[in-house]
């Protein structure tokens, strides 16, 4: 199984960001986090990070035919993007959403996804370890396929 995880902008800067909205873990550590926890599972994982919106959707349809399982941290781009649903709705691939902060707990605006429509779960709130959720989501829907 190949998964790509990608993260959109600001995601890069993780522990530096409102650490008391997104922790004190860094970009370094969530890629740690999910390489180790795929070699566990023996997926291959692949990991991507852009600040823009032109760049994820590029990974988005570069993963088609080759990328069992997509999850997407879309950052800001989350409640702005339909260019990211699109993409996703376009290659079709198993897709979970992941936030790192309780997004319904936060602004007002951060309760629309558009991207949410396009994807078969929804992560939010558990840090780092929501990476890893969603990880096992992807697991367990290739697993009943």
Request: contains cysteine; hydrophobic residues 40%.
């Amino acid at each position: 199984m190949k998964i790509l995880v990608i993260n959109g902008p600001n995601i890069n800067m993780l522990g530096i960001r409102e650490p008391k909205i997104y922790g004190k873990e860094t970009y370094e550590n969530l890629l740690t986090s999910v390489t180790e926890y795929a070699q566990k599972k023996n997926i291959e994982l692949e990991t991507f990070q852009s600040n823009h919106e032109g760049a994820l959707v590029d990974a988005i349809q570069e993963a088609y035919g080759r990328i069992d399982g997509i999850v997407i941290n879309p950052g800001a781009y989350t409640h702005t993007s339909i260019a990211l649903l699109d993409a996703l709705k376009a290659v079709g691939i198993p897709t979970v959403e992941v936030h790192i902060s309780k997004v319904e707990e936060r602004e007002s605006f951060r309760q629309i996804s558009y991207i949410r429509t396009a994807c078969i779960a929804t992560v939010t709130g558990k840090g780092i370890a929501g990476y890893l959720e969603a990880i096992d989501i992807l697991i367990q829907k290739k697993d009943l396929l």
